[in-house]
């Protein structure tokens, strides 16, 4: 992995990320790459954001990659367009060109056509594909991050965990899960972050929702706060509890014990090992804890980069943990909950969200 020491310019992070696309288009023949999804747009343009509405994958700007010159088209409608180029790919200049506006009422019925008749003079015999249709080849580029990108890793995660944090302490006893909700949604947009994930539980809700999406319900003694927030394209996730006065055993028990798996998650997350061993060896911490069968109730994390989750870590998984790579893992216990965004690096992970400015437990690692 390029080292996280070495920082790039926003036209050189682009370029470096051209040249892998090119280097796949070359081994499938493939002319022309069309980006339609909006995580991959912001991918290969370093952190333009392409959305209008969060809720919709496709982006209101695609991006054509082309072989014959390794350069970035956009094509847009009238309205995005020069909002795009001026905002979302400044720095870009040369980098991204227009590839053609089109009038917002007159939506391309084809795109693929469209490129095709625009770009290549509908000449049938060039092979253009769509990230729609090529994905899965696709966006394992994504998951080595480049130098830059390991960098935004690292503020971003500090910045999440500031928040977070600070909500955490702020609240007061009485207040819905909504109000709270809503005061880190505030923080995270003021800095430049999308809140995408953000989950309160109060008192037994802790225990019984293992997704708690925000509810009127108010808090009287202890509470879950989750969130996945992305900025520049990039994800982070990170959560928190908090308990108003003497907190009981049981609860101390399973929050030690969540705290222990989490920790042989990160512990064993290094380059060169098997994302499935890295599960494996989680699991065996959940049943030496004494907790064998939680971690069938909730997916323990997995890779995160331009999404929540690139792609979940089990015991089935093939992928291999790399250096420049960032994971999330969120084991669970009913009630307790451990997840912070790490980055692998040459020696030990860098907990992307510690803060250093919470109170800490010391773990085993197993």
Same mark, same amino acid.
């Given at each position: 992995a390029e080292s996280a020491h070495v920082m790039m310019s926003r036209k050189e992070e682009c370029a470096l990320k051209v040249e892998r696309v090119i280097s796949l288009m070359e081994q499938h023949n493939w002319d /022309?790459?069309?980006?339609? $999804? /909006?995580?991959? %747009? *912001? &991918?290969? +343009?370093?952190?333009? $954001?392409v959305h209008v509405n969060t809720g919709v994958e496709s982006g209101v700007g695609k991006i054509l990659v082309t072989k014959k010159d390794s350069k970035l088209y956009l094509f847009s409608n009238n309205i995005e367009s020069q909002r795009l180029m001026e905002e979302e790919l400044h720095g870009l200049e040369g980098s991204v060109n227009t590839g053609r506006v089109w *009038? &917002? &009422?007159? %939506?391309p019925a084809d795109e693929?056509?469209? %490129? =095709?008749?625009? &770009?290549y003079g509908g000449d049938e015999a060039v092979k253009i594909v769509s990230d729609a249709q090529v994905n899965a080849s696709l966006i394992p580029l994504r998951w080595n991050l480049t130098p830059s990108e390991q960098q935004r890793v690292v503020t971003n995660g500090w910045v999440v965990g500031k928040i977070i944090e600070e909500v955490a302490r702020d609240f007061s006893l009485g207040e819905t899960e909504l109000k709270v909700a809503g005061r @880190?949604? /505030? @923080?995270l947009m003021g800095a430049g972050f999308e809140g995408l994930v953000v989950l309160v539980a109060a008192d037994e =809700? +802790? $225990? *019984? $929702?293992?997704?708690?999406?925000p509810t009127d319900k108010a808090i009287t003694q202890y509470a879950m706060l989750v969130v996945t927030a992305r900025r520049g394209g990039l994800y982070t996730a990170a959560s928190r509890l908090v308990h108003f006065g003497p907190v009981d055993d049981d609860l101390r028990k399973s929050h030690a014990a969540v705290a222990e798996v989490d920790s042989v998650f990160i512990a064993n997350t290094r380059s060169g090992s098997r994302v499935c061993d890295v599960f494996r060896q989680g699991v065996t911490a959940y049943e030496q804890q004494g907790y064998p069968d939680e971690w069938t109730h909730h997916h323990q994390g997995g890779l995160i980069g331009y999404q929540g989750r690139e792609f979940l870590g089990s015991a089935q998984s093939p992928h291999v943990v790399q250096e420049g790579q960032a994971y999330a893992w969120n084991p669970t216990i009913a009630g307790a909950k451990s997840e912070d965004t790490i980055l692998v690096t040459k020696g030990d992970p860098i907990i992307a969200t510690h803060t250093g400015d919470w109170p800490y437990i010391t773990a085993s690692n197993g």
């Open positions: /022309g790459l069309y980006l339609t $999804r /909006g995580d991959n %747009v *912001s &991918w290969i +343009t370093a952190g333009a $954001r *009038s &917002w &009422w007159e %939506v693929i056509a469209m %490129v =095709r008749t625009t &770009w @880190l949604q /505030g @923080l =809700r +802790t $225990r *019984s $929702r293992r997704h708690p999406l």
